[in-house]
């Protein structure tokens, strides 16, 4: 089994920055591929980016494309989303996957383990 546990969410202003951990106990994660996804109230849970075990693989939503990036130290089994440039429409509550597969996915039907969630919240 795998834990997993977001951390660095919290109220930014419009332009600002947050930068998300996911860190991952239990069974070792550092060749699962990796995720992070955010749910707006009343809305679906969608894709924000994902990454191989390797770091060779990174998916990003179009929406964020160029905004945030992902990283991760394996040796931690931690991975990070620093999210710049944010938005009024950046707020979510931000959750993290992990899939048992080194290959990323963009939907959340492919991912075997989540974590608890962390708000972000963009004021305009």
């Known amino acids: 089994q795998v834990q997993l546990v977001e951390s660095g969410g919290g109220l930014v202003q419009a332009g600002g920055s947050l930068r998300l951990s996911c860190t991952a106990s239990?069974?070792?994660?550092?060749?699962?591929?990796m995720g992070w996804f955010r749910q707006a109230p009343g809305t679906e849970r969608e894709f924000v980016a994902a990454?191989?075990?390797?770091?060779?693989?990174?998916y990003y939503a179009d929406s964020v494309k160029g905004r945030f990036t992902l990283s991760r130290d394996n040796a931690k089994n931690t991975m990070y989303l620093q999210m710049n440039s944010l938005k009024p429409e950046d707020t979510a509550v931000y959750y993290c996957?992990?899939?048992?597969?080194?290959?990323?996915?963009?939907?959340?039907?492919?991912?075997?383990?989540w974590g608890q969630g962390t708000q972000v919240t963009v004021s305009s």
């Open positions: 239990g069974r070792t994660v550092s060749t699962y591929a």
């Open positions: 996957a992990a899939r048992d597969s080194s290959v990323p996915r963009r939907e959340s039907s492919e991912y075997d383990y």
């Open positions: 990454m191989s075990w390797s770091g060779g693989i990174t």
